[in-house]
């Protein structure tokens, strides 16, 4: 079967860095995104990997080993702001997008 | 005005009513989505529609009917619900095909539905 696994919350402070971790298995691969959903909100996409290494959005950058089925989101100089759920998901061989159950961010001050 | 409005925002409903969701994007989008999503649990695709043909329903029951008149357009028909059927329910519409940038989806909002 096809699975995306990720951390179900995590807790870090205002200013810190933190990391969200992302691990798939699924049947072909074409491409892994991250969005983010405020509560109550609408999911708003965040980035876009297809190949291995990583991508740089300003205070946000996203990782990806395709040999290692493996994602990270990482969000720097926190702000209370990002408290939110942030959601992984993998295009798989036929082009059906896979969903992690998101990741919970409480930022505290 | 944002790209893809959902309405109602919330909406409760007894096991014997009808009710219809509604969904309209102003992207110019070729494709339209319903996901259902239920607290700590992956989004669920429900129907997918390319050019307002359904593409997709992937195993939905039949209390859940979806309508799509025009590419900017899409409605889920909702009879005879079930509790468990209880979820925020989203709509997304994005570019599909050659030359389109990466396809990523939009999302309304969500209609927050209590089944009782």
């Known amino acids: 079967g096809q699975n995306i696994d990720q951390p179900t919350e995590m807790t870090a402070t205002e200013g810190a860095i933190v990391q969200i971790n992302c691990t798939y298995q699924t049947s072909g691969f074409n491409g892994l995104f991250w969005y983010q959903q405020h509560a109550g909100e609408a999911p708003t996409f965040l980035s876009y990997?297809?190949l291995d290494g990583l991508e740089e959005k300003g205070r946000f950058s996203s990782f990806l080993s395709r040999s290692k089925g493996y994602s990270y989101l990482l969000l720097k100089e926190l702000q209370m702001k990002d408290s939110a759920s942030y959601l992984c998901a993998v295009r798989d061989s036929n082009y059906q997008l896979i969903w992690g159950a998101g990741t919970k961010l409480i930022i505290k001050p | 005005e944002t790209g893809v409005t959902q309405t109602p925002r919330h909406l409760v409903m007894g096991m014997t009513n009808k009710k219809s969701l509604k969904c309209e994007q102003h992207?110019?989008?070729?494709?339209m989505y319903w996901y259902k999503q239920s607290a700590k649990k992956p989004l669920e695709l429900m129907f997918v529609?390319?050019?307002?043909?359904?593409?997709e329903n992937n195993s939905v029951p039949s209390r859940f009917s979806p309508e799509c008149p025009n590419s900017s357009h899409l409605f889920l028909h909702l009879h005879t619900l079930q509790p468990e059927d209880s979820a925020l329910y989203l709509c997304?519409?994005?570019?599909?095909?050659?030359?389109?940038?990466?396809?990523?989806?939009?999302f309304g909002s969500g209609t927050q539905l209590s089944v009782l």
């Open positions: 990997n297809v």
């Open positions: 529609y390319n050019f307002k043909e359904q593409t």
């Open positions: 997304a519409s994005s570019q599909e095909g050659a030359g389109a940038e990466v396809e990523k989806l939009f």
């Open positions: 992207l110019g989008h070729n494709a």
